[in-house]
């Protein structure tokens, strides 16, 4: 009994040591403020990982805290309204992972897909990526202007995870569909 107590307490310690984050680390991400969310999107969420470790989840609770941007996609004309990437990152992910050697992944594991864009695309001024609502609201997608990332085709539907890789740790492919430039 006693070593079931103290192995529990041991776990209990080992998870809140893993769940602390480091000066140096991404902020939590804060909470929406008041408005209330498209009741569709509860169910989606979108893991944010950095460098392959799980680092928070973004949900309608809380990507409605980020700015929204739009851009006019070019196949159909149509504005696109979302979540803007940029800031999203800067807000969560510590500077010192972003760097011109920085890829950012957007993975759809429901699709088997996924798209590979560089820090500096996404930063770039007249860059919009975005997070977005589907058109009927069931779960999110990864969508922008950029050369290369501009059509549907392109597009990431489904999105389950956002990925930031440094340099360091950029394996490349994970043997999945993938939109590259």
């Not at 480091?22 to 893991?47: D, F, N, W």
């Not at 500077?95 to 992944?105: I, P, W, Y």
Request: aromatic share 6%; with cysteine; glycine share 10%.
């Amino acid at each position: 009994m006693f070593l079931l107590i103290v192995i529990g307490v041991v776990s209990l310690l080992s998870f809140g040591v893993r769940g602390r984050r480091s000066p140096g680390k991404p902020q939590q991400v804060p909470s929406a403020s008041g408005t209330g969310t498209p009741a569709k999107q509860e169910g989606s969420r979108i893991r944010l990982l950095i460098d392959g470790h799980e680092e928070t989840a973004l949900d309608a609770s809380n990507l409605g805290s980020f700015p929204q941007s739009s851009f006019t996609d070019e196949e159909r004309k149509e504005p696109q309204t979302g979540r803007a990437v940029r800031e999203m990152l800067r807000c969560l992910v510590g500077k010192d992972v972003l760097s011109a050697d920085t890829m950012v992944v957007f993975r759809s594991d429901i699709r088997n897909k996924r798209a590979r864009l560089t820090w500096p695309e996404i930063e770039a001024k007249d860059a919009t990526v975005l997070i977005c609502p589907s058109g009927d609201g069931t779960h999110y997608k990864a969508c922008g202007n950029i050369k290369g990332f501009s059509s549907r085709r392109e597009w990431v539907q489904w999105v389950t995870s956002v990925e930031v890789v440094s340099k360091a740790n950029n394996k490349g492919d994970r043997g999945m569909e993938e939109t590259w430039r």
